[in-house]
């Protein structure tokens, strides 16, 4: 008996070192993978970081880029708000200038009219004299004149000379502004490229130092596995002598298992046969004491019989008592139920009623003897035992085809229904919206009404027209005269938008031409900076390592990789080393490892490197043919848009020759006809045409008084003419005039 229990002992206490261990095991798992999952989240965090760091390096480098770009607009555009500031103000001062000019050269006009004048009606000595005293006076006008316009012209120049200085100093402080812009530049680039460099090597350092403490836990924890591998086979090979014996086991139990599931089915099957009987029993009982209730006595013998068979009754012993006592107490629970039976056909009856009158479908009410069921289920247990308490029909032949033909009523009625939504639906697909029959009859009378009113008032015009005595080609011809106006408008401004547009390209492609030009002197200067890297790739046949390559490279040609990891594999799957020894050997064997994906990343960024140098010495090559294409560009669009502004001018001569070539009978109506094209003019198209009539106006200004200076000139030239003459035909006369 010892033996035996020493034996159970045993094999009790596998089971639990094997759970145990098992258990040990899926710890040291989920141990594993937790590192591991521990390492990926490290892995994510330094590449979050990585992105981060490249986003605020970007972010800055384009925040430079557009402040550097905002002060060389605004720079650009005090230039010229500068610049028009200027051309106004001696465009006034030419304007002044010419006027004075003309009303002085008018005043001489006048006088030598004046003299001629005199000259046709006095003598030749006072016409002498008076010439040579309006000479003598126009001399001293004129040199006086002189002197001024020479000083005049001395301010000026000065103005100028203080004016080219303002500029050459502008533009000095705007080429410092751009080189401390550059300098700012440079120095955030280097600031960025410090940062990234600091950031990408304390990225390294991070990630070998969780490397290090992620490689020495996952040493250990394979060397754990890996003698828990070997307690899980011996525990496996236990286990499974364990399930051939449970196996064995369970074949002596089958046939007893078979037997006791049919004996629970035959058990089953009597217990069913057993409640039906009792249901069968207990409506029999039931039958019989309604069969005995529902009979009367027939004579009064019956009555004294069944009366002296209760006096009878008193006088028997005590248990037939107790008999009866029961039956009484059965009959009592019997009447009870009854009464409930009858309460709830009345009430299922008045509902029955109640359907007919709404000519809704009725449910059939089914009593049985535990109360009354509305499903009417025929599947039902107590189905073939209910019985109907009520023996009247539920309805009547006339009912029942009443409510046959509501049904029918019902269902077309519904048919009917079902059309019209669909129909209603098609309608508002159709129109897209739901629509109303009132609102479109108003809408069409609406509609009706304005076409009626508009007619009338078009036969009111032509009456009007008739008694005014003008014929329809005269309307004709002012509206033709209206669209051309219209068209030369539309023109205009289309010419303009061109222009704009034109303009807009052009600063886009100074400001493009610009940016190229500095990205060109920042590479010329990265290439100037950095040396040239001549990188010879090492090719690797295949076979060799990058690490067998670089020992014979450095003279080491006793080692070869292979075998050593080979012999590192054997030592690290020995058994007889010790847990120390396997972990040293584990940690060479990724150290070597290690170096190898070291070279290799090595020879990768080397070729990269090289790749990335041909790359920005095709990008270069790319800005420049870009600039001399985008210089080209510029100055296409600026003959563009020359041409464009000669376009514009010639358009408005043509609005201004349409509109003074108008009769002067028709001023009325062209007036009226301007007045409702400047109704229909927007301001901002007003505002265009009152600039567009100015310069038009300026122009012609500026032509009539070239023309009047013209003018001026060739009398002056006459006047000398006449003079030189004077002076030759009476030489004497000069000094008897002094």
Same mark, same amino acid.
């Given at each position: 008996?010892?033996?035996?229990?020493?034996?159970?002992?045993?094999?009790?206490?596998?089971?639990?070192?094997?759970?145990?261990?098992?258990? =040990?095991?899926?710890?040291?798992? =989920?141990?594993?993978?937790?590192?591991?999952?521990?390492?990926?989240? %490290?892995? &994510?965090?330094?590449?979050?970081? @990585?992105?981060?760091?490249?986003?605020?390096?970007?972010?800055?480098?384009?925040?430079?880029?557009?402040?550097?770009?905002?002060?060389? *607009?605004?720079?650009?555009?005090?230039?010229?708000?500068?610049?028009?500031?200027?051309?106004?103000?001696?465009?006034?001062?030419?304007?002044?200038?010419? /006027?004075?000019?003309?009303?002085?050269?008018?005043?001489?006009?006048?006088?030598?009219?004046?003299?001629?004048?005199?000259?046709?009606? +006095?003598?030749?000595?006072?016409?002498?004299?008076?010439?040579?005293?309006?000479?003598?006076?126009?001399?001293?006008?004129?040199?006086? @004149?002189?002197?001024?316009?020479?000083?005049?012209?001395?301010?000026?120049?000065?103005?100028?000379?203080?004016?080219?200085?303002?500029?050459?100093?502008?533009?000095?402080?705007?080429?410092?502004?751009?080189?401390?812009?550059?300098?700012?530049?440079?120095?955030?680039?280097?600031?960025?490229?410090?940062?990234?460099?600091?950031?990408?090597?304390?990225?390294?350092?991070?990630?070998?130092?969780?490397?290090?403490?992620?490689?020495?836990?996952?040493?250990?924890?394979?060397?754990?596995?890996?003698?828990?591998?070997?307690? &899980?086979?011996?525990?496996?090979?236990?286990?499974?002598?364990?399930?051939?014996?449970?196996?064995?086991?369970?074949?002596?139990?089958?046939?007893?298992?078979?037997?006791?599931?049919?004996?629970?089915?035959? &058990? @089953?099957?009597?217990?069913?046969?057993?409640?039906?009987?009792?249901?069968?029993?207990?409506?029999?009982?039931?039958?019989?004491?309604?069969?005995?209730? /529902?009979?009367?006595?027939?004579?009064?013998?019956?009555?004294?019989?069944?009366?002296?068979?209760?006096?009878?009754?008193?006088?028997?012993?005590?248990?037939?008592? !107790?008999?009866?006592?029961?039956?009484?107490?059965?009959?009592?629970?019997? $009447?009870? &139920?009854?009464?409930?039976?009858?309460?709830?056909?009345?009430?299922?009856? *008045?509902?029955?009623?109640?359907?007919?009158?709404?000519?809704?479908?009725?449910?059939?009410?089914?009593?049985?003897?535990? +109360?009354?069921?509305?499903?009417?289920?025929?599947?039902?247990?107590?189905?073939?035992?209910?019985?109907?308490?009520?023996?009247?029909?539920?309805?009547?032949?006339? !009912?029942?085809?009443?409510?046959?033909? =509501?049904?029918?009523?019902?269902?077309?009625?519904?048919?009917?229904?079902?059309?019209?939504?669909?129909?209603?639906?098609?309608?508002?697909?159709?129109?897209?919206?739901?629509?109303?029959?009132?609102? %479109?009859?108003?809408?069409?009378?609406?509609?009706?009404?304005?076409?009626?009113?508009?007619?009338?008032?078009?036969?009111?015009?032509?009456?009007?027209?008739?008694?005014?005595?003008l014929d329809v080609m005269w309307v004709e011809e002012k509206q033709a005269l209206y669209r051309r106006n219209q068209e030369l408008v539309e023109k205009i401004r289309q010419m303009e938008a061109e222009e704009m547009r034109l303009r807009d390209d052009i600063q886009d492609i100074r400001d493009q031409n610009e940016l190229l030009e500095f990205r060109i002197l920042e590479? !010329? @200067?990265?290439?100037?900076?950095?040396?040239?890297?001549?990188?010879?790739?090492?090719?690797?046949?295949? +076979?060799?390592?990058?690490?067998?390559?670089?020992? !014979?490279?450095?003279?080491?040609?006793? $080692?070869?990789?292979?075998?050593?990891?080979?012999?590192?594999?054997?030592?690290?799957?020995? =058994?007889?080393?010790?847990?120390?020894?396997?972990?040293?050997?584990?940690?060479?064997?990724?150290?070597?490892?290690?170096?190898?994906?070291?070279?290799?990343?090595?020879?990768?960024?080397? #070729?990269?490197?090289?790749?990335?140098?041909?790359?920005?010495?095709?990008?270069?090559?790319?800005?420049?043919?870009?600039?001399?294409?985008?210089?080209?560009?510029?100055?296409?669009?600026?003959?563009?848009?020359?041409?464009?502004?000669?376009?514009?001018?010639?358009?408005e001569a043509m609005l201004f020759e349409a509109l003074q070539q108008q009769d002067g009978s028709r001023t009325g109506e062209l007036k009226m006809e301007e007045g409702r094209l400047s109704d229909t003019l927007t301001e901002e198209e007003r505002?265009?045409?009152?600039?567009?009539?100015?310069?038009?106006?300026?122009?012609?200004?500026?032509?009539?008084?070239?023309?009047?200076?013209?003018?001026?000139?060739?009398?002056?030239?006459?006047?000398?003419?006449?003079?030189?003459?004077?002076?030759?035909?009476?030489? #004497?006369?000069?000094?008897?005039?002094?």
């Amino acid at each position: 008996m010892s033996k035996r229990g020493a034996g159970g002992r045993g094999k009790g206490e596998r089971p639990d070192t094997m759970a145990s261990l098992q258990a =040990a095991n899926e710890e040291l798992r =989920a141990k594993l993978t937790d590192i591991q999952i521990e390492l990926q989240q %490290e892995k &994510n965090k330094v590449s979050r970081l @990585e992105r981060e760091k490249s986003q605020e390096l970007k972010a800055e480098h384009h925040r430079a880029t557009v402040t550097v770009t905002e002060l060389k *607009t605004k720079l650009h555009e005090e230039k010229q708000r500068e610049l028009a500031v200027t051309r106004e103000t001696l465009l006034r001062q030419h304007e002044m200038e010419l /006027m004075r000019v003309i009303k002085i050269k008018d005043g001489e006009i006048q006088r030598l009219n004046g003299l001629v004048l005199t000259l046709r009606d +006095g003598s030749t000595d006072k016409v002498t004299l008076s010439l040579m005293a309006e000479v003598e006076d126009s001399r001293r006008s004129w040199e006086a @004149e002189r002197v001024r316009l020479q000083q005049e012209v001395q301010e000026l120049r000065a103005a100028k000379k203080s004016t080219e200085e303002v500029l050459t100093l502008a533009q000095q402080a705007c080429q410092a502004r751009t080189a401390e812009l550059r300098s700012a530049h440079n120095q955030h680039q280097e600031e960025l490229n410090r940062t990234k460099r600091d950031c990408e090597r304390e990225i390294r350092r991070l990630e070998d130092r969780d490397m290090r403490r992620f490689q020495l836990k996952i040493a250990e924890l394979s060397a754990v596995i890996r003698k828990l591998e070997d307690r &899980n086979a011996l525990l496996s090979e236990e286990r499974n002598e364990l399930l051939k014996r449970l196996r064995e086991t369970e074949s002596q139990f089958l046939p007893l298992l078979d037997k006791n599931k049919r004996l629970s089915r035959k &058990n @089953e099957e009597l217990a069913l046969a057993l409640r039906r009987l009792d249901n069968k029993l207990r409506f029999v009982t039931q039958e019989n004491m309604e069969m005995v209730t /529902m009979r009367r006595p027939s004579s009064l013998n019956d009555l004294d019989r069944s009366q002296s068979t209760s006096y009878h009754g008193y006088s028997q012993d005590e248990r037939e008592m !107790e008999f009866l006592r029961l039956q009484v107490i059965e009959q009592q629970h019997v $009447i009870d &139920n009854l009464s409930k039976a009858l309460e709830t056909a009345g009430y299922v009856k *008045t509902v029955i009623f109640r359907c007919v009158n709404r000519m809704s479908v009725c449910v059939q009410v089914i009593e049985t003897f535990y +109360g009354y069921d509305e499903e009417a289920s025929v599947d039902s247990d107590g189905s073939s035992l209910s019985f109907h308490t009520d023996k009247t029909p539920d309805t009547e032949p006339d !009912e029942g085809c009443a409510r046959e033909d =509501a049904e029918l009523r019902y269902r077309q009625l519904t048919q009917e229904y079902q059309a019209l939504q669909r129909a209603y639906a098609l309608l508002t697909e159709t129109s897209g919206g739901p629509c109303d029959p009132e609102k %479109e009859i108003k809408t069409r009378e609406q509609l009706m009404s304005e076409i009626r009113r508009f007619q009338s008032r078009v036969s009111d015009l032509e009456s009007a027209l008739t008694q005014q005595g003008l014929d329809v080609m005269w309307v004709e011809e002012k509206q033709a005269l209206y669209r051309r106006n219209q068209e030369l408008v539309e023109k205009i401004r289309q010419m303009e938008a061109e222009e704009m547009r034109l303009r807009d390209d052009i600063q886009d492609i100074r400001d493009q031409n610009e940016l190229l030009e500095f990205r060109i002197l920042e590479l !010329e @200067e990265r290439e100037r900076r950095s040396p040239g890297l001549n990188f010879q790739p090492l090719h690797f046949p295949e +076979g060799l390592s990058p690490l067998q390559i670089y020992c !014979e490279v450095e003279g080491v040609t006793d $080692i070869v990789i292979s075998e050593l990891m080979k012999k590192l594999d054997i030592l690290g799957d020995n =058994a007889n080393l010790s847990n120390e020894e396997q972990v040293v050997v584990i940690h060479a064997r990724t150290v070597l490892t290690l170096a190898e994906k070291w070279l290799e990343s090595i020879e990768v960024t080397k #070729t990269a490197l090289q790749q990335k140098m041909l790359d920005i010495q095709n990008e270069k090559d790319l800005f420049r043919k870009q600039k001399g294409y985008l210089d080209e560009e510029l100055d296409y669009r600026k003959q563009a848009m020359d041409q464009a502004h000669k376009r514009i001018l010639e358009l408005e001569a043509m609005l201004f020759e349409a509109l003074q070539q108008q009769d002067g009978s028709r001023t009325g109506e062209l007036k009226m006809e301007e007045g409702r094209l400047s109704d229909t003019l927007t301001e901002e198209e007003r505002e265009g045409l009152k600039k567009a009539m100015d310069q038009w106006k300026r122009a012609v200004m500026c032509e009539l008084r070239e023309r009047d200076a013209q003018i001026l000139r060739e009398r002056m030239e006459l006047l000398q003419l006449t003079q030189q003459v004077m002076f030759k035909g009476n030489p #004497t006369d000069l000094p008897q005039t002094h």
